[in-house]
């Protein structure tokens, strides 16, 4: 079973102090939200736990191997807020050329993970073309492309319209039955009481308390 762990994480930037005492222990097939007002530490949170950024102090374990500057990642499949994509590209061509980093997937997963989305791998426009709602659909495209053993979600469903948070939700289930290890943040009360199998809430920093 895929696992997380995060033990004693502290994240200090120029003297301030943005997570403290983080501990959480995570495993395959859940899904866990996090809810929070906005400078809570949710985006910093997934940072750190994707080793984007480096923590000041603790350790996070993934299937019980520490995380190391030098540590080959796991299969992570991540959203953060302002994911970055390239206007210039199609749906299809930013995928491929995504997925040439860690070659590890090819034409075919591309388009099926387009087709899970709601998208044309045939569509010939460019991503600048695109409305708010399509793009968020090809960044949520680009994070399960991979079949990755660990979803960290910063706001999936954000500027989609009702369909579409309805097929994100479906993605997300089906991903959590696959095994995945599933964090999400977010501040729909939809997202999290129709997804969630545990709910946390961050304050300050901190994880306040779990339910």
Avoid: W
């Avoid at 070659?103 to 791998?121: M, N, S």
């Avoid at 095994?179 to 969630?196: E, F, K």
């Amino acid at each position: 079973m895929n696992t997380l762990e995060a033990v004693g994480l502290k994240k200090t930037i120029k003297g301030v102090t943005v997570l403290e005492d983080i501990n959480l222990s995570l495993e395959g097939g859940k899904v866990y939200t996090f809810q929070g007002e906005n400078g809570c530490g949710k985006t910093m949170l997934f940072r750190v736990l994707s080793g984007l950024s480096k923590p000041t102090e603790g350790k996070i374990l993934y299937n019980g191997e520490v995380l190391t500057p030098q540590s080959r990642l796991p299969k992570i499949g991540i959203i953060l807020e302002n994911a970055s994509l390239f206007p210039q590209f199609t749906a299809y061509q930013n995928l491929l050329y995504l997925a040439q980093i860690n070659k590890y997937i090819g034409p075919k997963e591309i388009e099926d993970a387009l087709h899970r989305v709601g998208l044309d791998p045939k569509d010939k426009r460019t991503v600048r073309k695109f409305s708010l709602g399509m793009k968020k659909r090809l960044v949520v495209a680009q994070a399960i492309m991979e079949s990755p053993d660990f979803l960290l979600l910063d706001e999936p469903t954000n500027a989609i319209d009702a369909k579409g948070v309805e097929l994100v939700h479906r993605i997300i289930r089906e991903e959590a039955q696959r095994g995945a290890v599933i964090l999400m943040a977010s501040h729909i009360t939809q997202d999290v009481s129709g997804l969630a199998d545990i709910r946390y809430r961050m304050e300050g920093g901190r994880i306040c308390y779990d339910e």
